[in-house]
């Protein structure tokens, strides 16, 4: 079955830090992914998306994401978070239908 | 810019009351969608529509039902209301499988 997998629940990391946030999938062939992001009482709003070429795509305010088809991941990297960035974090791959499989969601806490 | 408007933010309704989410969008995207948020839930898809005049049921439908009358409307029905769907809405709309899903703000709905 189509899955995705978001194994940390809350990530906190101190400002000016570097992030990553794990993603990982299980999909067969190769899926659209996506990274969202829900900053609070909001709904949620497209970081980035890959689905071929370079496995390096970069997104909205400083963020990137890999994909990696060994590994089945898509991580979420950020190389010096701001105090901004702390919202709840989705990956989500697209599945037939034209539905999205979403991960569980990681809530980014940035300590001062 | 695209755009997704849920009404109402806000609903208290009492246990066995019918209530209608409502939700409109300016984006001319065919395909619409109803999920619920619960902590430790992430996003469920609750009913999904490729057009108008189509509603297809999502992963947790039971108690819930959905009418798309036109491209730009999407309601979310539920006839008897129950505590268990106290919840925030998120209703969200996409023009294909690889293409950005727009949500809207969300409305919290209170059940008592």
């Known amino acids: 079955a189509q899955s995705v997998t978001q194994p940390d629940a809350r990530v906190t990391v101190s400002e000016g830090a570097s992030l990553q946030l794990r993603c990982k999938y299980s999909?067969?062939?190769?899926?659209?992914l996506f990274w969202y992001v829900q900053y609070q009482r909001q709904g949620l709003q497209l970081l980035l998306k890959?689905?071929?070429?370079d496995p390096v795509v970069q997104g909205v305010n400083g963020f990137e994401a890999e994909f990696s088809k060994s590994d089945s991941s898509f991580h979420l990297r950020k190389a010096s978070v701001h105090w901004s960035d702390s919202a709840v974090y989705f990956c989500a791959a697209s599945g037939s239908n034209y539905q999205l499989i979403w991960g569980s969601g990681t809530k980014l806490i940035i300590k001062p | 810019e695209a755009a997704v408007t849920q009404s109402p933010r806000n609903k208290v309704a009492v246990t066995g009351g019918k209530v209608t989410l409502s939700c409109n969008q300016t984006n001319n995207h065919n395909n619409m969608y109803w999920y619920r948020q619960d902590t430790g839930h992430g996003l469920r898809l609750i009913h999904y529509?490729?057009?108008?005049?189509?509603?297809e049921k999502g992963d947790i439908p039971d108690g819930y039902k959905a009418s798309r009358p036109s491209q730009e409307n999407f309601s979310l029905i539920l006839e008897l209301a129950t505590p268990s769907q106290t919840s925030v809405y998120f209703c969200a709309s996409g023009g294909g499988v690889n293409t950005e899903v727009f949500f809207g703000k969300g409305t919290r709905l209170t059940v008592v």
């Open positions: 999909y067969s062939g190769t899926p659209y």
């Open positions: 529509s490729y057009g108008a005049g189509s509603t």
């Open positions: 890959y689905y071929s070429g």
